[in-house]
């Protein structure tokens, strides 16, 4: 068995490099790369992704995994190698049934496809994007058939990005969502909206940049296990233990939108950054538990960031870097990032709309694999939800279905953990609240760091060892519910 363990580990560490090289070239494609070279890249990334595909398929890998599988040798291994056993063999049964060529043919078109939805962003033209988005969807639904060929496509893609999770849940929960939150945004908008024209203006990119950093610093990031880049949408991607990089971008007449993006993305970094060191070299690195990853960066952003606590230790030094801000009082500037009204584009969406927003891509995401709309149509469909929900009708493309990059390549299923993740948060501010006394009085004491100990203590050590219900169970000591988030919105906005 220790041999087979010492074989074990030398064969995962060989998959992760390469693994490691292809997410370095996808960061450089999405941050630095010359237009002409990404053809090039596009190739070589589907290398890096077969060698490694190859690898986790093979006979001699499926052999270790089975006899670390056995109860008398599982019973001996650590938590964190039990979970990388069990998760590396489940994968394992589902790549085998996938053939190799079309997997890397699929790797590649995700690539274009994030090429051309980028294009086709900056054009405002669906049709340059329409055919490698149809081939996008036809190849998941393909893919997903070969990996559960007995399951439903869509409830696979949901339990990929948040195991355990099933749409019967989520409709559950979202429903009593739309059930409370429609009254309120009714209520809330019915009120004069603030004026905020002393906030107009250009503001420097590199000073927002600085402003980015101090934000991230503030909250916890750490520089030394960790960068930033500008990209055309912000994210947040991990190259290996000790490296989590963070993206940003930046409108010379929306700098609010930059700072709110550093710290949506710190969150997530930060947990990242703070995984155990005892786990390297295993799954509990790879946290593919997305509801639980959001509720970090949207619990920074929102039930921190949109904390006019949060903003009175750094205000000053803000108003330092962007002098225009000099005439902006606070209470103006919390105006601003606390306004509710519906809006066309989702990451610049205030955080009560935006529960509206993930709910039209959940529906769109049924409407594609349960429902087969045909691609062409999805536009229309996409602008007649937008009206539904959030009474708004895009004016095209860009700002309607093609302001997202998930879907190019190939993240079905991913959306509804953004909410899940909101009312993640809900019981969790809730916790710290019980645990840690006051947020307000946390925030205003600039001690903001103490809950970032308590999240690297109660959640971030462990990434994905626990799943998102463990984690609500050890730390909330509760069932998943959207109660204490209706509870906050009620009582911030009513």
């Known amino acids: 068995m220790e041999q087979t363990l010492k074989k074990f580990k030398e064969y995962y560490k060989r998959m ?24 090039s890249k596009i190739e070589s990334l589907g290398f890096f992704s077969t060698e490694k595909f190859k690898l986790s398929t093979s006979e001699e890998y499926g052999q270790l995994l089975s006899e670390l599988a056995k109860t008398e040798n599982l019973s001996k291994l650590d938590d964190g190698m039990k979970l990388t056993i069990k998760r590396e063999l489940r994968d394992y049964t589902r790549f085998k049934r996938v053939p190799e060529a079309f997997y890397t043919e699929f790797v590649t078109e995700k690539a274009r496809s994030e090429h051309a939805w980028e294009e086709a962003k900056q054009k405002d033209d669906f049709s340059i994007y329409e055919p490698h988005l149809d081939k996008i969807i036809s190849m998941t639904k393909e893919f997903v058939h070969y990996i559960e060929p007995e399951k439903d496509v869509y409830e696979v893609l ?7 999770m099933d749409s019967h849940t989520i409709d559950t929960i979202f429903e009593e969502l739309k059930e409370g939150l429609c009254p309120l945004i009714k209520k809330i908008t019915s009120r004069p909206e603030p004026d905020l024209s002393v906030l107009n203006g250009k503001y420097d990119v590199l000073s927002q940049k600085r402003v980015q950093d101090l ?32 993206t ?85 500037f919390m105006q601003a990032v606390n306004v509710v009204r519906p809006s066309l584009i989702r990451v610049d969406a205030d955080e009560v ?42 004016k095209s493309d860009a700002e309607g279905i093609m302001q997202d990059m998930h879907w190019s390549d190939g ?13 993640y948060d809900g019981m969790l501010l809730e916790q710290i609240e019980e645990e840690l006394g006051s947020i307000d009085d946390i925030l205003s004491k600039g001690k903001i760091k103490e809950i970032t100990l308590w999240l690297n203590e109660k959640i971030h050590q462990y990434g994905s060892l626990y799943t998102s219900k463990e984690v609500l169970q050890r ?20």
């Open 16 to 39: 992760k490099q390469y693994e490691q090289a292809g997410t370095m070239l996808a960061w450089d494609m999405q941050t630095a790369s010359p237009k002409d070279s990404v053809d």
């Open 158 to 164: 949901l339990d990929m990005y948040e195991e355990g």
């Open 215 to 246: 934000l991230l610093e503030y909250i916890g990031f750490n520089f030394d296990r960790g960068t930033t880049a500008e990209s055309v949408h912000p994210f947040t991607i991990t190259l290996c233990h000790g490296d989590v990089r963070i």
């Open 248 to 332: 940003n971008s930046y409108d010379e007449e929306a700098p609010i939108s930059s700072m709110f993006s550093a710290i949506h993305e710190g969150g997530h970094a930060i947990f990242e950054q703070n995984i155990s060191d005892k786990y390297i070299g295993t799954a509990v690195e790879q946290i593919n538990l997305m509801g639980l990853h959001e509720s970090q960066s949207r619990f920074y952003e929102n039930m921190l960031g949109r904390n006019k606590n949060f903003w009175i230790p750094v205000y000053d030094k803000i108003t330092e870097i962007h002098p225009q801000l000099k005439k902006v009082p606070l209470d103006v």
């Open 353 to 394: 709309t935006y529960c509206m927003h993930i709910i039209l891509r959940y529906e769109m995401e049924k409407a594609i694999f349960i429902d087969n709309i045909p691609t062409k149509d999805l536009p229309e469909l996409w602008n007649k939800k937008m009206l539904e929900l959030l009474g708004v009708r895009p």
């Open 411 to 423: 993240s079905f299923g991913y959306f509804p953990s953004y909410l899940l993740g909101s009312i």
């Open 475 to 494: 730390v909330c000591h509760k069932e998943i519910s959207a109660r204490p988030l209706l509870d906050y919105f009620t009582k911030k906005y009513n």
